[in-house]
């Protein structure tokens, strides 16, 4: 049986934690009018960062559903652990959309009550909104409570951040690609030397769908249309796939995260598999966190997700998801990346609709079949 939670529950729960705060300053007038417009809409809005301590003191504990790469947590962890002693912290790993589906049954039976913080599984955001704490992250960041850069904070709702970024290329094999060939643009695809199944393309068309915020729809499902024509080599998964291009069964691969080529390349010691950037960089939000509603230790939490935010955090990210750090983060493995180039960005707000835009970019390819799936 479903649980609701109602604003006003929302708000007095939360309030249980809050007690009553004495502040060290008085607020500012804008970050008190930021806090009654907040409130005006449903919204907990927290002014003192010292009192976010305190009360994460007392609430001593944390417990995190992630689905963040385990030598990441570990080491995250860790740093977190040595940064707030006075937290006993426990994060878990998932993966996996059966996980996902049994975590998100969970969180709305109320079964979920021992967890914190859960990193909801993008397919399944709708479902997860009406779950997590209703706290204006966004105002509180934007007012400086909480240091978190603002574009990794839900735009719409307000209480989720994502912390990190993922970004596509085009893999390819040296030594099948001359390096005067190689694309540069997403339409450098329709050249005639690419016709005949000298690309690989994968049948869920997240890079292509990624597109759309830059081209919008229409120009987007024609290019798929036109890259159908070119009679590529359609895969799934380029996890699958990198291998094949190492071994010279596939010429180049249109659109596998960065991390995962980064990834492939450490363990190619030929240096046979390259990649090149095609601009627009489609650049999607990754690794999203909110507090649930029925959290038992929200200050606590609220350190976690800024501490995210921060620059450790972000460099761990780089070392071992590898590169996986925010675009949003000056310095980072990723921001350095992508510095100068024009981007293609799905931001909160294009989330519900990024399956839709998939599912009609499949309608143009013609519902291909995967060549190569191993």
Do not use: C
């Amino acid at each position: 049986m479903k649980r609701a939670f109602s604003t006003s529950a929302l708000i007095i729960a939360f309030g249980l934690f809050i007690g009553n705060i004495s502040f060290a300053a008085s607020p500012s007038p804008a970050l008190l009018q930021a806090k009654k417009e907040a409130e005006a809409k449903g919204y907990v809005y927290l002014t003192d960062r010292d009192e976010i301590i305190s009360r994460a003191k007392k609430e001593g504990r944390l417990r995190v559903l992630t689905s963040v790469e385990p030598a990441t947590l570990k080491a995250s962890s860790a740093v977190f652990t040595k940064k707030y002693p006075f937290i006993s912290l426990d994060v878990q790993h998932f993966t996996g959309t059966e996980a996902a589906q049994r975590i998100l049954l969970e969180v709305q039976s109320g079964a979920a009550r021992d967890s914190d913080i859960i990193s909801p599984f993008p397919d399944f955001l709708k479902e997860y909104i009406p779950h997590f704490l209703k706290i204006d992250i966004l105002g509180m960041a934007g007012q400086g409570v909480l240091q978190i850069p603002l574009q990794m904070i839900d735009s719409i709702n307000r209480n989720l951040a994502a912390f990190h970024s993922r970004f596509q290329v085009t893999a390819y094999n040296k030594n099948l690609v001359p390096a005067n060939q190689l694309p540069k643009l997403w339409e450098d695809l329709l050249r005639p030397e690419f016709k005949g199944r000298k690309f690989a393309v994968d049948i869920r068309p997240t890079e292509i769908a990624a597109l759309v915020p830059a081209w919008g729809l229409e120009k987007t499902l024609d290019f798929a249309r036109k890259v159908a024509a070119q009679q590529p080599i359609w895969v799934r998964g380029a996890s699958r796939t990198l291998p094949v291009i190492v071994a010279g069964e596939v010429p180049m691969m249109v659109g596998p995260n960065f991390q995962t080529v980064k990834r492939a390349q450490a363990k190619d010691q030929a240096g046979i598999l390259q990649y090149v950037i095609l601009e627009p960089v489609p650049v999607r939000l990754a690794e999203p966190l909110g507090i649930v509603a029925t959290s038992q230790h929200p200050h606590a939490a609220l350190l976690y997700l800024e501490w995210m935010a921060g620059p450790e955090a972000q460099r761990i990210a780089d070392e071992y998801e590898p590169l996986g750090s925010s675009v949003y983060v000056r310095g980072g493995a990723v921001e350095q990346e992508l510095r100068g180039k024009k981007l293609t960005v799905v931001r909160w707000e294009d989330y519900q609709h990024i399956g839709q835009w998939q599912s009609k970019i499949v309608e143009a390819f013609g519902f291909p079949k995967a060549d190569v799936a191993r």
